[in-house]
Protein backbone atom coordinates (compact mmCIF):
# COMPACT_ATOMS: atom_id res chain seq x y z
CA UNK A 1 0.00 0.00 0.00
CA UNK A 2 1.54 3.41 -1.15
CA UNK A 3 0.71 6.28 1.07
CA UNK A 4 1.65 10.11 0.87
CA UNK A 5 1.73 10.79 4.77
CA UNK A 6 2.72 14.42 4.40
CA UNK A 7 0.17 16.94 2.41
CA UNK A 8 -1.24 20.42 3.17
CA UNK A 9 -4.33 21.09 1.77
CA UNK A 10 -5.26 25.14 1.20
CA UNK A 11 -6.54 24.92 5.11
CA UNK A 12 -2.92 24.84 6.06
CA UNK A 13 -0.44 28.64 5.26
CA UNK A 14 1.32 26.76 2.90
CA UNK A 15 -1.02 24.79 1.06
CA UNK A 16 -2.52 25.93 -2.01
CA UNK A 17 -5.00 23.39 -3.22
CA UNK A 18 -8.17 21.59 -2.16
CA UNK A 19 -8.89 18.16 -0.73
CA UNK A 20 -11.31 17.78 -3.98
CA UNK A 21 -8.36 19.50 -6.32
CA UNK A 22 -6.10 16.92 -4.75
CA UNK A 23 -8.55 13.86 -5.57
CA UNK A 24 -8.72 15.14 -8.95
CA UNK A 25 -5.04 15.25 -9.17
CA UNK A 26 -4.39 11.89 -7.84
CA UNK A 27 -7.25 10.30 -10.35
CA UNK A 28 -4.88 11.96 -13.26
CA UNK A 29 -1.84 10.12 -11.58
CA UNK A 30 -3.20 6.81 -11.00
CA UNK A 31 -2.90 6.52 -14.76
CA UNK A 32 0.60 5.95 -14.69
CA UNK A 33 1.72 6.04 -10.44
CA UNK A 34 -0.21 3.81 -7.63
CA UNK A 35 -1.28 5.68 -4.09
CA UNK A 36 -3.61 3.66 -2.28
CA UNK A 37 -3.88 7.29 0.24
CA UNK A 38 -3.00 10.55 1.66
CA UNK A 39 -2.74 12.22 4.70
CA UNK A 40 -3.41 15.38 5.54
CA UNK A 41 -1.41 16.75 8.00
CA UNK A 42 -2.09 20.52 8.49
CA UNK A 43 -0.02 22.93 9.78
CA UNK A 44 -0.78 23.65 13.65
CA UNK A 45 -4.27 22.50 13.18
CA UNK A 46 -6.33 19.08 13.48
CA UNK A 47 -8.82 19.06 11.41
CA UNK A 48 -11.49 17.31 13.05
CA UNK A 49 -14.68 18.88 11.49
CA UNK A 50 -13.62 17.59 7.99
CA UNK A 51 -15.21 14.75 6.61
CA UNK A 52 -13.78 13.17 3.37
CA UNK A 53 -15.88 10.02 3.38
CA UNK A 54 -17.76 11.03 -0.25
CA UNK A 55 -15.05 12.39 -1.70
CA UNK A 56 -12.81 9.45 -0.58
CA UNK A 57 -15.43 6.79 -1.97
CA UNK A 58 -16.26 8.78 -5.00
CA UNK A 59 -11.93 8.34 -6.04
CA UNK A 60 -11.79 5.42 -4.38
CA UNK A 61 -8.82 6.50 -2.18
CA UNK A 62 -8.07 6.24 1.58
CA UNK A 63 -7.99 9.95 3.04
CA UNK A 64 -6.71 10.58 6.70
CA UNK A 65 -6.02 13.12 9.35
CA UNK A 66 -3.03 14.24 11.15
CA UNK A 67 -1.45 17.30 12.25
CA UNK A 68 2.05 18.80 11.56
CA UNK A 69 3.18 20.77 14.93
CA UNK A 70 5.66 23.66 15.49
CA UNK A 71 8.03 22.35 18.55
CA UNK A 72 11.02 22.80 20.18
CA UNK A 73 12.65 20.06 17.62
CA UNK A 74 11.25 20.96 14.58
CA UNK A 75 7.88 19.86 13.08
CA UNK A 76 6.56 17.16 13.61
CA UNK A 77 3.66 15.00 12.19
CA UNK A 78 1.22 13.80 14.05
CA UNK A 79 -1.09 10.40 13.57
CA UNK A 80 -3.50 9.26 15.62
CA UNK A 81 -4.89 12.76 16.95
CA UNK A 82 -6.90 12.37 19.71
CA UNK A 83 -8.82 13.82 22.00
CA UNK A 84 -6.69 13.78 25.30
CA UNK A 85 -3.91 14.83 23.02
CA UNK A 86 -5.89 17.90 21.74
CA UNK A 87 -6.86 18.62 25.04
CA UNK A 88 -3.33 18.77 26.65
CA UNK A 89 -1.54 20.53 23.61
CA UNK A 90 -2.08 23.85 21.90
CA UNK A 91 -1.37 23.33 18.44
CA UNK A 92 -1.39 26.76 17.43
CA UNK A 93 1.67 27.27 19.65
CA UNK A 94 4.49 27.02 18.09
CA UNK A 95 6.70 26.61 20.63
CA UNK A 96 5.56 22.81 21.97
CA UNK A 97 7.37 20.34 23.75
CA UNK A 98 8.72 18.07 20.93
CA UNK A 99 9.53 15.54 23.06
CA UNK A 100 6.53 16.02 25.27
CA UNK A 101 4.31 15.46 22.21
CA UNK A 102 5.91 12.66 20.74
CA UNK A 103 5.28 11.12 24.22
CA UNK A 104 1.35 11.56 24.76
CA UNK A 105 0.92 10.56 20.64
CA UNK A 106 3.00 7.02 22.20
CA UNK A 107 0.87 6.84 25.01
CA UNK A 108 -2.72 7.21 23.33
CA UNK A 109 -2.09 5.08 20.66
CA UNK A 110 -0.67 7.35 18.03
CA UNK A 111 2.90 7.94 16.57
CA UNK A 112 4.90 11.50 16.40
CA UNK A 113 7.21 11.45 13.15
CA UNK A 114 9.77 14.38 13.32
CA UNK A 115 9.13 15.40 9.53
CA UNK A 116 12.12 16.86 6.93
CA UNK A 117 14.41 16.18 9.80
CA UNK A 118 17.38 17.34 7.77
CA UNK A 119 16.14 20.53 6.76
CA UNK A 120 17.65 23.60 8.47
CA UNK A 121 15.31 25.24 11.76
CA UNK A 122 12.22 23.00 11.49
CA UNK A 123 14.35 19.58 11.19
CA UNK A 124 15.49 17.32 14.26
CA UNK A 125 18.97 16.69 12.96
CA UNK A 126 19.67 20.33 13.82
CA UNK A 127 18.34 20.17 17.13
CA UNK A 128 20.05 16.73 17.66
CA UNK A 129 23.28 18.09 16.93
CA UNK A 130 22.52 21.62 18.74
CA UNK A 131 22.25 18.96 21.98
CA UNK A 132 18.27 18.22 21.86
CA UNK A 133 17.24 15.31 23.78
CA UNK A 134 14.65 13.57 21.94
CA UNK A 135 13.55 10.71 24.77
CA UNK A 136 12.70 7.37 24.24
CA UNK A 137 9.10 7.48 22.37
CA UNK A 138 10.39 8.16 18.89
CA UNK A 139 10.04 5.45 16.30
CA UNK A 140 10.21 7.24 12.97
CA UNK A 141 11.20 9.97 10.97
CA UNK A 142 10.24 11.57 7.34
CA UNK A 143 11.87 10.63 4.36
CA UNK A 144 11.76 11.38 1.03
CA UNK A 145 11.95 8.59 -1.39
CA UNK A 146 12.06 9.34 -4.95
Excluded at 21 to 45: P, S
Aim: glycine share 8%.
Amino acid sequence: MIIDMHVHSDVSDDGMASVETYMKWIAKLRRNYRLDGIVFTEHRLFNSDADYEDLARAYDILIFKGTEADTDCGHVLCYGMNAKVLRHFDLKNVHLSGRDLIDALEETGGIGVPAHPGRRHIGLVEHIEKGYDIGTSLRAAEQLIA
